[in-house]
């Protein structure tokens, strides 16, 4: 035989609690289960989906922050060593 206690606040079953009982329950941590559910294979599709659209995102931030970076190197560079044009007097 087994005896449950309906909880007020969820309004499901379950066991009594023998840590309140005796006064330890501030010592108890409350555990709860959770139910995994197998995907169907169209959310198994969305979910993939979803994860190549961030992988591509990312892809372009990273190559928009290379170009970014390439370019003010080459700036950089310029202004350190300005290349110096010879002239040459015309005859």
């Known amino acids: 035989m087994q005896i449950f ?3 007020k606040r969820n309004r499901k079953k379950s066991a009594p609690n023998l840590w309140g009982l005796y006064g330890f ?3 108890c ?3 709860k289960e959770f139910a ?3 995907k ?3 959310q198994l599709r969305i979910d993939s989906l979803k994860v190549t659209k961030d992988r ?3 892809a372009v931030a990273a190559e928009r922050q290379r170009q970014q970076i390439a370019k003010a ?3 950089l560079s310029a202004v ?3 290349q110096i044009k010879s002239v040459t007097p015309k005859l």
């Open 5 to 7: 206690i309906i909880d």
């Open 25 to 27: 329950d501030k010592y």
């Open 29 to 31: 941590m409350r555990l």
């Open 36 to 38: 995994t559910q197998t």
């Open 40 to 42: 169907t294979p169209e």
């Open 56 to 58: 591509a995102a990312q």
């Open 73 to 75: 190197q080459k700036k």
């Open 80 to 82: 350190l060593h300005p």
